[in-house]
């Protein structure tokens, strides 16, 4: 089954401990991204990747970092977690290309970060 | 850089009736996406429907169909006969299109949402 998954769905966790949210696609999809959602805000955009080894920012990376070493792994690092990250995050992929408009979300991880 | 505006954070429709959620952007673009999503309870991010700017029909997926005004920069989403199961979250969102090209490749950029409530 085609999928997007991550990894873990929830997490209480304290500020400054870090912490990674992992995010897997089988579909051998070239881009990946992730999101935050919180409310009256809908979802913005942290970080892309297009490729392995080609990451850039999205419209809030302060505070993230992301690695894409595999294609089908992106990962979203939180080196010193506080509490304004507390948020429900979201990986997303999709080919490239033409083929571009068709994203596929993960089920979302709710961090709440105190 | 472009902008979505959802101006109905609640909504409300019996079962069985029609309602439509609103949506206006801004962009300088003239070929981009335009989409729908739904996030149930689950959270889940599901695709209800997708407009291509430069198809002047507006798109229909059984129940789902929107209404695309370009110039306007209006893009509303009706929802017929509505079902307990479309209670959720809407949002709206768009994508530059690929042939775009410059930054931001495959972005979304998200309303803030409608939550549609459904009742019996």
């Known amino acids: 089954e085609a999928q997007v998954t991550q990894n873990p769905r929830y997490l209480i966790t304290v500020t400054g401990k870090k912490l990674t949210v992992t995010c897997s696609q089988n579909?051998?999809?070239?881009?990946m991204s992730w999101y935050r959602q919180d409310p009256g805000l809908g979802l913005r955009q942290i970080y892309y990747?297009?490729?392995?080894?080609?990451?850039d920012k999205g419209d809030v990376p302060e505070g993230y970092k992301v690695s894409r070493k595999e294609k089908r792994n992106f990962p979203l690092i939180l080196e010193s977690p506080s509490p304004n990250q507390t948020s429900l995050y979201f990986c997303?992929?999709?080919?490239?290309?033409?083929?571009?408009?068709?994203?596929?979300f993960g089920p979302g991880t709710r961090l709440t970060v105190l | 850089a472009q902008t979505v505006t959802q101006s109905q954070p609640e909504m409300s429709v019996q079962e069985a009736e029609t309602v439509t959620l609103s949506c206006t952007y801004d962009?300088?673009?003239?070929?981009?996406?335009l989409f729908w999503y739904k996030q149930p309870p689950s959270r889940q991010m599901i695709l209800v429907i997708r407009?291509?700017?430069?198809?002047?029909q507006n798109a229909t997926e059984n129940r789902f169909s929107v209404n695309f005004q370009k110039a306007a920069k209006s893009f509303s989403l009706k929802i017929s006969d509505s079902q307990l199961g479309d209670t959720a979250m809407y949002f709206c969102?768009?994508?530059?299109?690929?042939?775009?090209?410059?930054?931001?490749?495959?972005?979304?950029?998200f309303g803030q949402g409608t939550i549609l409530t459904v009742h019996p």
């Open positions: 997303a992929s999709s080919l490239w290309g033409l083929r571009r408009d068709t994203q596929y």
């Open positions: 579909m051998n999809h070239e881009y």
């Open positions: 990747s297009m490729n392995v080894e080609v990451t």
């Open positions: 962009t300088s673009e003239n070929n981009y996406y």
């Open positions: 407009q291509e700017a430069y198809k002047q």
């Open positions: 969102a768009f994508m530059k299109h690929p042939q775009a090209g410059g930054t931001s490749y495959g972005k979304l950029t």
